[in-house]
């Protein structure tokens, strides 16, 4: 897979990104748990790469891990590295560059290894890319980020579901996925974004969700399910309204930036194909729902610790369960380990802290 940079207007901005084999997007890769992903990387890039398999565990293959400078040396421009290793997890994953900031300039896609013992019932699948986008590529934001004497990190233009968004269009792209009627459809969720909190639902369908970051759970239904960077999960959704299209909503949570982006809705087509049916070209208007039922991940902070000798550990509680859930080991031996936190400060704009003293 050769990296190169190419022009890209997925949401009708026009800016060069880097592209895959010659394309804007990066492709999705799909496998069978159980094969070898063997995969060059040619840099045609003007600067250093490596390419990381996020969430993959890398049990024997560390040196394929992909994070750059830690686990190999990048790769030069002009060079190339085969990264192959076997996935000991089947699931929904993704891959993304582990050098600088460029991902966020577009090399990151989505890494779906199938099960062959799938526990669920669904007749079609499909991926559900989610990021944020930058309309001013990362060599001019990172310098204006780590010069400013804010700290507040660059705000996205839009939002993309399925590389596709809309901003300031009058004849605006939509993606689309289409799915025959009455079937069900697994949706894999992948939130690449470099900040966004990305909320995803669809007008009048719920969301099941049966998998999260490659760990099958029992199957929950949602309206929404709100997505932290880097976080996937999978949803299944029936089709069995009439046919027609249906609106696929990605909306970016605007409260974690300095100011809000100008644009934080992507809108896709959700088509429900009937045989021997034409299906009307307008979507399907549905009013928003009072009570959504929302996934979301808590992130639970602990109490102030008044007592240095008994630190409580705080677990996020969650409303999903593995469906084979993998017991705690044994505790057989006793390791005290002592950490100490240094409050964090602001050193050219990274936030930084002191880990034992370090
Ligand atoms: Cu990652």
Known sequence: MSLDIVQACPDTFCRQAIGCNQVFPCPPIYMNLGDTLSVTIINNLAERTSVHWHGIVQTDSVEMDGAGILTQCEILPG??????????DSGTYWYHSHSSTQYIDGL?????????????????????????????????????????????????????????????????????????????????????????????????FQLTVIEVDGIEVVPTTFDVVRLNAAQRYSVLVTANKDPGVYLMRAEMDPTIFATPPPVTLALGHFVI??????????????????NPIVLSANFNIPPAITNPNAIPFVE???????????????????????????????????????????
């Open 108 to 204: 990151r896609g989505s890494l779906v290894i199938f099960n062959p013992a799938n526990p669920f019932t669904y007749q079609y699948q499909s991926l559900v890319e989610l990021y944020d986008w930058y309309h001013l590529p990362t060599s001019i934001l990172l310098p204006e980020y780590l010069a400013s004497l804010t700290g507040d990190e660059p705000v996205p233009d839009s939002v993309l579901l399925n590389a596709v968004g809309q901003s300031g269009c009058t004849v605006c792209p939509y993606s689309e996925i289409q799915v025959p009627h009455n079937s069900v459809i697994r949706l894999r969720l992948v939130n690449s974004a470099a900040m966004a909190i990305i909320s995803f639902s669809i007008d009048g």
């Open 316 to 358: 996020s509680p969650t409303v999903l369960t593995p469906l084979v859930p993998i017991p705690v080991p044994q505790r057989t031996t006793t390791y005290p380990v002592v950490l100490s936190f240094a409050p964090l400060l602001a050193r050219q704009n990274a936030n930084a802290g002191f880990l034992n003293g370090i």
């Open 79 to 88: 060079g190339s590295f085969t990264y192959t290793f076997t996935p000991p």
């Open 273 to 290: 194909v009937g045989e021997g049916t034409v299906v009307p070209q307008a979507p399907v208007i549905t009013p928003p729902l009072l």
